[in-house]
């Protein structure tokens, strides 16, 4: 087994782990491996042990891998997502490529990725960021500005809005980790109770995946922790 392999099957027994730990389903939980950084390679790999959802922050560098994976796996269904922030000047490339953004805070960019979505591909799947903690230079719409900006991006053609996704700030204290994810888990369900269309709380990466699933996570995003450590940019 490649050492890719035996890591997604690590991380997976780690949210199944969770899962069980907190009373849910395992198949309540996805698992998006975070390829930033890593070459294709990385990716034919992980599709090889069976992974098939991957996450880019950098959007040049997604739809270079995109393409190459595209020429080199006609064959596989992948879904990436774009987890990073979205400049305007980006919004084409994001549109025409990916199937999904997490990373959409401010109508403006949702706009622009609905105009370009090109009318052959399927709806582009939205997640809003929030920044759940208040963190006062990060990305993420803050938690008063939620219902409004979710309501115009309901109301955007190309797009469906599936639900939240938050980076908080790393602690390794437990408790904190519990009581952020819980306050994201809240206004996931708030939103929910407007829209039945919500169905993703992208929340967790591999120091805080447990707390993260047992407040409600239904997708964590796992990069070292599969591939390895990350190599400069
Ligand atoms: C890089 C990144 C991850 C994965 O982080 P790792 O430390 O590689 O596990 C998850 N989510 C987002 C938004 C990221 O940028």
């Not at 560098?61 to 774009?82: M, N």
């Amino acid at each position: 087994m490649t050492t890719i392999a035996a890591n997604l099957q690590r991380v997976r027994a780690q949210i199944d782990q969770a899962c069980a730990a907190s009373g849910r389903k395992a198949t309540e939980v996805g698992l998006l491996a975070v390829s930033k950084t890593f070459a294709v390679e990385a990716v034919l790999e992980a599709i090889a042990a069976g992974q098939s959802a991957f996450g880019e922050n950098y959007v040049q560098e997604g739809v270079e891998k995109i393409l190459a994976l595209r020429e080199r796996r006609p064959d596989a269904r992948v879904e990436w997502h774009c987890i990073g922030p979205v400049q305007s000047n980006k919004t084409r490339l994001v549109a025409s490529h990916f199937d999904w953004v997490q990373s959409v805070d401010r109508l403006k960019i949702a706009q622009r990725l609905s105009a370009q979505r090109p009318d052959d591909l399927p709806h582009l799947q939205v997640c809003l960021q929030v920044n759940i903690d208040g963190g006062a230079n990060k990305s993420g719409v803050t938690p008063d500005e939620l219902p409004a900006l979710a309501e115009a991006v309901r109301a955007l053609p190309r797009l469906r809005l599936r639900g939240l996704m938050c980076i908080p700030e790393p602690s390794d204290d437990p408790q904190v980790q519990h009581a952020v994810f819980a306050r994201a888990r809240a206004l996931f369900e708030q939103l929910r109770a407007q829209d039945g269309g919500i169905d993703t709380l992208s929340m967790g990466m591999s120091d805080d995946l447990a707390a993260a699933v047992a407040a409600g996570s239904t997708l964590v995003r796992v990069g070292r922790g599969i591939f390895g450590h990350r190599p400069r940019k």
